[in-house]
């Protein structure tokens, strides 16, 4: 990020601003942390692979479940003090993981993960968002969505390696980045405490619709792109898993590569624009990952979704948290389980299409940001959201 980029998404003099970044890594490491262990998990644990693997879903539905709520929840009770209380209970729940004694013990923890992290990511959106000038709003989502890119590169680096040990180290590297956040919690609102319950019926708005269904739409393809390029780099190219886990990665590194761009493009774009460039690249990158005769062409593929995705969360975020004024985190809560809900529909929508139809059932993909273009064209976000339309 440039020296005018730091300038214009400081916060104010006294403000502790980097936890609020930090905190963005978090989320998306935990819910992709197991995928890379599977087999070490389930050899631990004396259960199957299916089980196993079921440790992902554990965490993502009651992490979407919760977040329809947990915004709106953490503004009654002060956002600073659930955050430092989710953060606590996170480092409990790895505990819990690590001292497992079974697969039944392990899902319990990991959805305790899930909904423990449902109270930590949304409000560090609407702390940014209410943090930071706004001229400087959409580069400093695109740096949270760049630590969230960061958090969905670094899982299968760090938890591979791990497992090569014992599993169960893999984490400890997260709860320590928990217990840091908890001893130097980020600073959580600007002005006066709250002094009433927040606004439940303003969340009942058109821009906040818009994001949510931007969300869903974005992870509806994203997750089935994740699933699809890993099957046939398996079935087409005959890559081994290690191959495929380097492949899998360009997805995050291409997101936080481009994070800083797609945050100056959002603040002089504006949201519209902005969304419908991402789909655009979303939707080519998705056809040219199902077509493309060559590793080489499916890795470009990958990467432009990856770039596509962490624009759109930048997108998302913007229009969410500045769409209800007295209720931040609730609104940022509600688009982000969205985004979540898409991505736990994705693999039973795609992965039949991709068993039958091959490239063609892959490509389908498209299909979900062609939508997602509609919802901006029809719709669209009114002015007053990250920058006037």
């Given at each position: ?30 819910s ?14 004396a ?30 009770w ?9 953060l ?55 740096l ?12 299968p ?43 439940v ?17 974005c ?42 761009l ?128």
């Amino acid at each position: 990020m440039s020296e005018h980029d730091l300038a214009v998404t400081r916060p104010r003099p006294g403000v502790r601003a980097w936890p609020l970044y930090v905190g963005g890594f978090l989320g998306p490491y935990a819910s992709t942390m197991v995928t890379p262990m599977v087999p070490e998990v389930a050899d631990g644990l004396a259960t199957t692979p299916e089980l196993a693997a079921a440790a992902v879903t554990a965490y993502m539905l009651p992490f979407a479940a919760v977040m329809l709520v947990s915004g709106t929840l953490a503004e009654r009770w002060g956002r600073a003090r659930t955050m430092q209380v989710s953060l606590v209970a996170f480092v409990v729940a790895c505990g819990l993981c690590v001292l497992a004694p079974g697969i039944g013990w392990f899902l319990a923890a990991r959805a305790l993960q899930g909904v423990t992290n449902a109270f930590t990511t949304p409000l560090l959106v609407a702390a940014i968002t209410d943090l930071v000038p706004r001229a400087g709003l959409g580069r400093a989502l695109g740096l949270f969505a760049g630590m969230q890119a960061a958090g969905q590169a670094a899982s299968p680096l760090v938890s591979g390696p791990s497992a090569a040990l014992d599993w169960r180290l893999a984490f400890v590297f997260p709860a320590l980045v928990a217990l840091v956040l908890a001893a130097l919690p980020p600073t959580m609102t600007a002005g006066p405490p709250r002094t009433g319950p927040p606004p439940v019926r303003a969340l009942l708005n058109r821009n906040l619709a818009v994001a949510c269904g931007l969300s869903f739409l974005c992870y509806l393809a994203a997750v089935g792109l994740t699933v699809l390029a890993i099957l046939r780099a398996a079935d087409d190219f005959g890559l081994g898993p290690w191959e495929r886990g380097l492949l899998a990665s360009s997805f995050g590194v291409a997101g936080l590569l481009a994070a800083p761009l797609l945050g100056r493009r959002l603040d002089r774009l504006g949201p519209r624009r902005t969304g419908v460039g991402m789909n655009l690249l979303l939707a080519a990158g998705l056809v040219v990952a199902a077509v493309g005769p060559t590793v080489l062409l499916l890795g470009i593929g990958i990467a432009a979704v990856g770039v596509a995705v962490t624009g759109l969360r930048t997108t998302v975020n913007a229009i969410a948290a500045t769409s209800t004024e007295g209720n931040r985190a609730g609104a940022a809560s509600l688009a982000l389980s969205f985004q979540f809900f898409g991505g736990a529909l994705a693999p039973l929508l795609w992965v039949p299409l991709y068993s039958g139809a091959g490239a063609a059932g892959f490509a389908a993909t498209a299909v979900a940001p062609a939508l997602a273009l509609l919802l901006l064209f029809a719709l669209g976000p009114r002015r007053g959201t990250a920058r006037p339309l």
